[in-house]
Structure formats: structure tokens, C-alpha cells
């Protein structure tokens, strides 16, 4: 039946298309789509989705009550004397009104897919037998490459990438060590660090395991190095930037797992040096906030000489397929949103592309799901497109990844042994 094919792609893919949905929704489980950069190992579902699901589902409770307490307690304060929006505020709440229908009919899709709804809860499953587990690995803190990457001795840090060229064993000594890499040290921060096999390459830094997928690469460092990665020419330079900044106005929570940076700092990020010479399509996550969108529309894109041509709702959703918070709360939009533009692509492109929606379960705090392949119908360009990721921090098959810590969700432990 159409259903069951349905659901079996989804199983293959990660991707759930909705038949019979006027509008360009999709529903996506990013562990299904990260999957399909690994052979041996895979993305472990329960770490994934450590916020949604499992232990730290009654933290999450815990954490909504004391925010819809407070919220009501706010809601109270405000009863005895209504507020008046603000121009941003009321400029807010019209964007909102106007995505307001397509999310809606986003989120009646998802319910009316029933066979879909009833998988959502074992997407967070690791496997049925515990056998295939791959051991935990202590999970001892975990080194913040950001403040490795700040220290004088950062120059220093190698990493060893395991190539499986040569096959060696130890017999000399007593106990029998895993020599069937043939470790390369490189310098892990303002480095490039490629992986140009077909497979993925197992990794160590300061005694942990990272997985690095196939054809892909990473650049570790701060802002202020960007510009190495500006190439020799520009048809050698991107198609898909993705970019995801740490704006300033973020949350306190988010403020303490990474650092932000000042609007003005991301005028400087150099995308038109990086793009290929067919031109490339610019996706950037932004929040909510009014004045952030003002400034990207503005003043920064612009300034990067990108035109904007659509926008992709992320429309964020619990286990049970409800929606993370009501859709017209005003500080806490169950959504975000990721402005898509254009930069210096030939005639033909730009105008064609509508706005749509993508459902997902979230993973961590602020991590966002892998849409870079529901985009490529958009690349311009010929040849297979070049694909970046700035301010990343994890990395995908035949990407490269930049940022402070784009190896962070390559650490061996959000990964089970296939
Ligand atoms: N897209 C990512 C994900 O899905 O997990 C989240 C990116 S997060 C919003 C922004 C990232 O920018 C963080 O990893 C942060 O450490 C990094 N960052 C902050 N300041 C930076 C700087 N000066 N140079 C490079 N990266 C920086």
C-alpha cells in the first residue's frame, strides 16, 4: 500500500514525504539522515535524542512547569494591565501570522499520518538487542576544543587519523595492541583535515575517539582564521553554504554551552570569497527575534551580496507528535526558521523556490536538523555540489565543516559500532 512505502522510504532515508499535503512539508529523523555518512558505525538514536526522550524527559518537565509557571505568574502581571506590543513586537507577531497557516497545515499533515505517528517513540531506540551496542565509552567531560583552540600551545594538539592502509601487528610487545591503522598526526586546530576515502576514519584526540565520515573534512578554528578557507579560485569554491551563527541574543541556557559573538562580527564572514564561480545557494539559521531579522535582511545580506529567496520552517515536535509548545506562544515559538538565499547564480535561478516545512524530533540544545539534502534540488551548479557548513559542530559525508568545534558530535560516544 501507499503507506507502508512510504514508511518503508522513511525507514531507508530518514525522509517522510506526505502524500495528499498542499503544502511542502516533510517529516525527518536526523539520525536516519547522519546515517547515511557512516558504514560501521551509526548515529546512536537514544543520544540523539537524549532531550525528548528517556532520562531526561522529567528534566524536561520539570524545566516546562517552572517555565509555564512563570509564564502564567507573567501572564497574571500582565492580565491586570494589558500589554501593548511594541512596532518590533507587533512586526513579530505579523511574521508570525503570516508562516502561521503553513505550519499549521504542516503540523495536520504529521497527525493525519497515522502509521508515521506510530513509529515516533521507537525513533529513539538504539536496537532491539543490546549485543550491538557498541561499549560506552567512559564518558569522562569531554575536551572543549573551543578553549583547547585559545590556548599557545593550540598549535600543538595533533590528531591521528586511523587510514586503514597497512596491517601491522605488534607480537613484540606483551599486550596485543589495534595496529591495523596506520595513524597520521596532523595538527587539529587551524588545520584542514581531510578524509578523501570512501569510508569513515576513526580518529584519536586526547585519548577519546572520533568518527570522521567519508570525503569529508573539517577546519577547527576561530573566526578570525576564516579566511583560509577562501580558495585559490572560485571554481573550487562552494555551492551550499549552510551557515548557523552564535548570535548574541540567544537564550541564558545556550549562552552556556557555547560562546556568541556580536552581529557585527558575522559582516565579516567572507561568502563571497567562498562561493564557486556558478554561483551558490545560502542557507542561515536565525532566530525568532525581531530586530536579528531586521538586521540579516538588512544590513548582512547585503553586505554578503546574497539575495533571499524563501524561508524553511523547522517546526519542532515531542515523542507523541505534539508540538513543543503552543504555536502562539511569543517568546517560545515551537519553530525556526532558516532563511535560504542566493549569490551570484546565473539567470534562471532564485525565484522558483517556495517556502516549506520540515518536523522533526530535536536533538541537543541548538542542534539543528541535516536539512543540506532536501536543499540540493536548489544548488546551482553543475557538477556535484561543493557543500560547507560555518559555525559547525559535527560533520557529514562529502561536506567540509567549519568552526570552533566542528568535531564535537563526532566524539565516539553519540555513535554505536554497526
Ligand atoms: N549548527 C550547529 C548544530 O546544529 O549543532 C550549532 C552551531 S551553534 C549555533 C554556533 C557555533 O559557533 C558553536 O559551536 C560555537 O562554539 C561556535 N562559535 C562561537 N564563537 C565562535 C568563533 N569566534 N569562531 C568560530 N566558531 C565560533
Known amino acids: ?39 560501521r558505525f551509526r548515529v546512536s538514536p537514544s543520544t540523539y535524542y537524549s532531550r525528548f526522550f528517556s532520562s531526561n524527559l522529567a528534566a524536561d518537565f520539570a524545566h516546562r512547569e517552572t517555565e509555564l509557571s512563570s509564564s502564567s505568574k507573567k501572564r497574571k502581571r500582565k492580565e491586570k494591565k494589558p500589554p501593548l506590543l511594541n512596532e518590533r513586537e507587533q512586526a513579530a507577531d505579523q511574521r508570525h501570522q503570516l508562516a502561521r ?60 587519523l586511523k587510514f586503514p592502509r597497512s596491517c601491522r601487528s605488534n607480537e613484540n610487545e606483551g599486550d596485543i595492541v589495534d595496529q591495523c591503522c596506520d595513524p597520521g598526526l596532523v595538527p587539529v586546530f587551524n588545520n584542514l583535515v581531510v578524509n578523501e576515502t ?54 541564558a541556557h545556550q549562552k552556556l554551552m557555547y560562546p556568541t559573538l556580536p552581529n557585527r562580527y ?27 531579522r ?34 502562539d506562544l511569543f517568546h517560545h515559538r515551537p519553530y525556526e526558521c532558516l532563511l535560504l538565499a542566493y549569490c551570484n547564480t546565473k539567470s534562471g535561478m532564485g525565484g522558483t523556490m517556495e517556502d516549506q516545512v520540515v518536523i522533526s524530533i530535536p536533538g541537543d540544545y541548538s542542534r539543528k536538523p541535516p536539512v543540506g539534502e532536501l536543499l540540493q534540488k536548489y544548488v546551482p551548479g553543475v557538477g556535484p555540489p561543493r557543500c560547507i557548513e560555518l559555525f559547525a559542530r559535527e560533520m557529514m559525508a562529502g561536506w567540509a565543516s567549519w568552526g570552533n568545534e566542528p568535531l564535537h558530535f563526532q566524539d565516539s560516544h553519540y555513535f554505536l559500532l554497526n
Open 1 to 39: 500500500s501507499e503507506t507502508s512505502d512510504q514508511l518503508a522510504a522513511f525507514f531507508q532515508s530518514g525522509i517522510y514525504r506526505f502524500s495528499n499535503c498542499a503544502v511542502s512539508v516533510v517529516f525527518m529523523d536526523p539520525v536516519r539522515v547522519l546515517n547515511r555518512s557512516y558504514s
Open 101 to 160: 497557516p503553513l505550519l499549521l497545515k504542516a503540523h495536520e499533515c504529521l497527525i493525519g499520518a497515522s502509521e508515521l505517528l506510530g513509529i515516533l517513540r521507537s525513533l529513539s531506540c538504539d536496537s532491539s538487542s543490546m549485543a550491538e551496542r557498541r561499549k560506552p565509552t567512559v564518558v569522562e567531560t569531554e575536551p572543549s576544543f573551543v578553549e583547547l583552540g585559545k590556548v599557545w600551545q593550540a598549535p600543538l594538539y595533533e590528531i591521528a
Open 198 to 251: 570512501g569510508d569513515e576514519v576513526e580518529a584519536e584526540f586526547l585519548s577519546r575517539k572520533y568518527v570522521i565520515p567519508l570525503e569529508s573534512c573539517f577546519y577547527m578554528s576561530d573566526l578570525g582564521k576564516i579566511q583560509n578557507l577562501i580558495p585559490a579560485d572560485s571554481g573550487s569554491g562552494f555551492n551550499l553554504i549552510l551557515i548557523d551563527p552564535p548570535w548574541e541574543n540567544a537564550s
Open 266 to 292: 558575522f559582516l565579516s564572514l567572507p561568502i563571497k570569497k567562498l562561493v564557486h564561480s556558478d554561483g551558490a545557494l545560502v542557507g542561515l539559521w536565525v532566530t525568532n527575534w525581531e530586530r536579528l
Open 294 to 327: 531586521n538586521f540579516v535582511l538588512e544590513e548582512l545580506f547585503p553586505s554578503w551580496g546574497v539575495t533571499y529567496a524563501a524561508s524553511l520552517f523547522w517546526l519542532k515536535v515531542k515523542a507523541d507528535g505534539s508540538l513543543t509548545s503552543d504555536l
